[in-house]
């Protein structure tokens, strides 16, 4: 089922989320909220998507990046399925790109960001998951896990400036880095 995404505004996105109950994980329940999350992902075309978006505020994230019209440069990244994520960065070399947000419609802006991070959390079946990831996959994770604190990629921007509306982010905004000699 596709789930209704909360947009910025609503209570969820600005609220910590709490810890799901290990035991709760494999409940029928649970499995469904999971699946109806991927298809919600999917959906809407994200990479990303985090429970406060669903007006949920537990600690739990999906994404995946496979043949993405939004981002067909990027390597993929594999369907992966968090709960309860702790996040430690590797590298702290901020990488700044630009974003958007399924809960921030219409909007892309430039966010620095950790260039690699080691995420441990509970798996789509409770099982301890470890992952070490870089670049465009640490973003996503990065940008998933804000959610569950209560922040969106606004909330990282150092400079306002680079934020624009979607059709004039690809008119305008989005032009090549220049070569650097």
């Given at each position: 089922?596709?789930?209704?995404?909360?947009?910025?505004?609503y209570?969820?996105?600005?609220?910590?989320?709490?810890l799901v109950?290990?035991?709760?994980?494999?409940?029928?329940?649970?499995?469904?909220?999971?699946?109806?999350?991927?298809?919600?992902?999917y959906?809407?075309?994200?990479?990303?998507?985090a429970?406060?978006?669903?007006?949920?505020?537990?600690?739990?994230?999906?994404?995946?990046?496979?043949?993405?019209?939004?981002?067909?440069d990027?390597?993929?990244?594999?369907?992966?399925?968090?709960?309860?994520?702790?996040v430690?960065?590797?590298?702290?070399?901020?990488?700044?790109?630009?974003?958007?947000?399924?809960?921030?419609?219409?909007?892309?802006?430039?966010?620095?960001?950790?260039?690699?991070?080691?995420?441990?959390?509970?798996?789509?079946?409770?099982?301890?998951?470890?992952?070490?990831?870089?670049?465009?996959?640490?973003?996503?994770?990065?940008?998933?896990?804000?959610?569950?604190?209560?922040?969106?990629?606004?909330?990282?921007?150092?400079?306002?400036?680079?934020?624009?509306?979607?059709?004039?982010?690809?008119?305008?905004?989005?032009?090549?880095?220049?070569?650097?000699?």
């Amino acid at each position: 089922m596709i789930l209704k995404v909360a947009r910025l505004g609503y209570p969820s996105l600005r609220t910590p989320s709490r810890l799901v109950p290990p035991d709760r994980i494999k409940t029928k329940e649970f499995q469904q909220l999971i699946a109806d999350m991927i298809e919600t992902m999917y959906e809407y075309s994200g990479v990303g998507l985090a429970a406060p978006q669903v007006h949920l505020p537990i600690q739990l994230a999906v994404l995946e990046v496979h043949d993405h019209p939004r981002y067909p440069d990027m390597p993929e990244v594999p369907l992966t399925v968090l709960v309860n994520p702790v996040v430690t960065i590797l590298d702290r070399t901020f990488v700044e790109e630009w974003e958007g947000c399924l809960s921030v419609p219409e909007l892309r802006g430039r966010v620095p960001r950790f260039k690699q991070l080691r995420v441990t959390a509970l798996g789509r079946n409770a099982e301890p998951i470890e992952i070490v990831a870089s670049d465009f996959h640490a973003r996503v994770i990065q940008h998933e896990t804000d959610h569950l604190k209560g922040e969106v990629y606004l909330d990282r921007m150092p400079d306002m400036r680079a934020l624009g509306f979607l059709q004039e982010w690809q008119r305008y905004l989005l032009k090549p880095e220049p070569e650097k000699k």
